[in-house]
């Protein structure tokens, strides 16, 4: 028979699940109530564990991306053909990692460490944008990344400016200002090489045939089979679909084709009046999932250049925690 | 088409090669840490000296001629850049001794550049706000590493006696510097003496050792600036021209 103090505590148990469960009720409208009236959501303010969740995986997964990208274009660092393009493509290196460096920041402001999120990049456990496994063959691949590549990023993250999540919104105003700058600067590279020397032409129209499907796959999964769309959508942090995104590259990027005088390689891709965007052909998305998986060309030579750089450098990351640790500065 | 350099060039046109090779040549090899930078920060410092250094390189460069050919068309044998700053990456220790012997001189000869009226005093002046930058931040990482981990102590070390040999070039005269055309030069005894302390005092600072040995290698010292270069220098331009020469007259 229980005593009078085990009643006791069994309905205080019970008053207190009853107060946490209105106390989150009540968190819960007010949370949702901001988010429907386009409040920011800000790091103190209460959040529901599924949202601060997806934040961290599209933040880190973005940060991750920042990083790893800087591998196919540095791969031209050192042999870009003049000191002018040598120092567009630099900036745009370092330009890059301070993108990484924000994005972990905001990341943080949800409670997660980079240390931890490097480490679950570094072991497969987070994922970076699919585009970066894929060579870079030549030097007119460094242009199509920034027409092609920076413009569907580009078209991804405009939204993101105004997504729900503070920190998220801001840091993609600074890198979006950023990233137009660069897409520039590759049509611009691309159009000094199609107007350049036929083989210059060639390698810009070839550079463009190989990046062309990969970039439009960076849209994500066709919308009935994104995993986190409808949620994201709910909560304000994806403002369209994968494929509303997706048209409105295509749409945007035919006719900058047509005054690079180089072609897309589409043989579907066609005007519909109807519905006034273009109609393109199916995506092999076979490939995409391949990829995503692990087994595209470069999903290898990428991670293993990504840890061995932090393994390499553990010792000086050690170096400067216990030099901190004796003289008291912050850690490096 | 490839410019011949000789030791003929007009004065200002060899000294604007010698610095602009310095310049592009370190730019380069900086360049190669992308994306393999020990820490992100690190990643931005590196590309953020290498673009200081490239920028350099481009405006002393054009002085000489036109940046890319002779960027791109030159042989080794005709490069007038330090063999010290030829010098591979190797660990990130290594990278900073280079960067702390280079940065020091380099901060020193553009503030007594930036001081007088000649013809690189303008570029001086811009330039030696840059380096001041690049100076702090070799010195800052001689410390950490130094007086760090046991592990860093002995790479640091080993870098900075490594690369000593490579010194002494720095404080050969380069024609054009000295003030011959009226303006004050620089005094290249005083330069090495201030730029002894300066190294020397970070050094200890850091609870390393101070290198002992010869400031020269078997090549007389000023051999860089005379185009006797070291081997990985060649293969370095190898892979920085290649592309350039392989569509000869086309513009990028």
């Known amino acids: 028979m229980a005593t009078a103090a085990e009643h006791q505590t069994a309905r205080s148990e019970a008053d207190q699940a009853a ?15 901001a988010v429907a009236a386009d409040e920011r959501i800000e790091p103190r303010d209460w959040m529901p564990d599924a949202y601060r969740a997806s934040l961290v995986r599209q933040i880190a997964q973005h940060a991750h991306s920042e ?28 330009d890059e990692a301070g993108h ?21 990049l570094h072991s497969g456990r987070q994922k970076y ?42 840091a993609m105003v600074r890198v979006c200002k950023e990233e137009s700058f660069h897409q520039r600067q590759g049509y611009e590279s691309l159009l000094a090489l199609s107007r350049g020397t036929e083989a210059q032409h060639a390698m810009a129209q070839d550079a463009v045939d190989r990046w062309w499907w990969p970039s439009l796959m960076m849209f994500g999964p066709p919308d009935d089979e994104s995993s986190h769309s409808e949620q994201s959508m709910t909560w304000k942090i994806k403002r369209h679909s994968n494929d509303e995104l997706r048209q409105r590259f295509v749409d945007i990027c035919v006719p900058q084709a047509e005054s690079l005088g180089l072609t897309l390689p589409d043989p579907d891709l066609v005007w519909n009046e109807e519905r006034g965007h273009h109609d393109f052909g199916a995506i092999d998305w076979t490939e995409f999932w391949a990829v995503l998986k692990g087994n595209g060309p470069c999903n290898e030579q990428r991670i293993t250049q990504r840890r061995n750089a932090h393994e390499e450098g553990a010792w000086v990351r050690e170096a400067a925690a216990a030099f901190a640790a004796k003289h008291g500065e912050a850690k490096a | 088409m490839s410019t011949p350099l000789t030791p003929t060039a007009p004065t200002a046109t060899a000294t604007a090669l010698a610095l602009g090779d310095d310049a592009l040549v370190l730019s380069h090899r900086l360049g190669e840490w992308a ?4 820490v992100l920060e690190e990643e931005v410092a590196l590309a953020n000296i290498a673009l200081d250094l490239l920028g350099q390189a481009r405006v002393l460069l054009s002085l000489a001629g036109d940046e890319d050919e002779l960027a791109y068309l030159r042989e080794e044998r005709a490069f007038r850049n330090l063999q010290l700053v030829e010098q591979p990456n190797g660990d990130f220790a ?30 001086a002046a811009k330039a030696v706000k840059e380096v001041a930058y690049h ?41 054009g510097l000295d003030g011959a055309d009226g303006t004050g030069g620089v005094v290249w005894p005083a330069l090495r003496e201030s730029w002894t302390a300066s ?3 970070v050094i200890e600072k850091a609870t390393l050792t101070v290198p002992t040995g010869p400031q020269e290698g078997a090549w007389a010292a000023g051999a860089g600036r005379q185009g006797l270069h070291t081997e990985s220098f060649g293969r370095m331009l190898a892979e920085m021209q290649h592309l350039h020469r392989s569509h000869p007259g086309a513009s990028w």
């Open chain 2, 94 to 123: 290594r990278t900073i001794a280079r960067q702390l012997y280079f940065s020091t001189y380099q901060n020193l000869l553009y503030g007594q550049l930036a001081s007088g009226d000649g013809t690189f005093a303008p570029l």
């Open chain 1, 19 to 33: 107060a946490d469960a209105a106390r989150t009720a009540a968190h819960t409208a007010a949370f949702d109530a």
């Open chain 2, 135 to 175: 100076q702090d931040h070799a010195e800052q990482w001689t410390l950490r590493l130094g007086d760090g981990t046991a592990e860093s102590h002995e790479r640091m070390q080993r870098g900075l006696d490594a690369l000593w040999r490579f010194t002494g070039e720095m404080f050969q005269p380069v024609g």
């Open chain 2, 35 to 38: 994306g393999h930078a020990p």
């Open chain 1, 67 to 94: 990083i790893i990208g800087m591998q196919p274009e540095a791969n031209w660092i050192t042999r870009a053909p003049s000191l002018r393009r040598k120092a567009i493509l630099m900036a745009k290196v370092q």
């Open chain 1, 100 to 120: 990484g460096l924000y994005l972990y920041s905001a990341a943080e402001t949800l409670g997660a460490s980079r240390d931890e999120l490097l480490d679950k």
């Open chain 1, 129 to 170: 944008s699919s585009i970066f496994n894929y060579p870079t063959l030549t030097w007119a691949d460094v242009g199509a990344i920034g027409w092609l590549v920076d413009g569907a990023a580009i078209t991804n993250q405009v939204p993101l400016c105004r997504c729900s999540y503070g920190p998220y919104a801001r």
């Open chain 2, 199 to 201: 190294v020397s005092a």
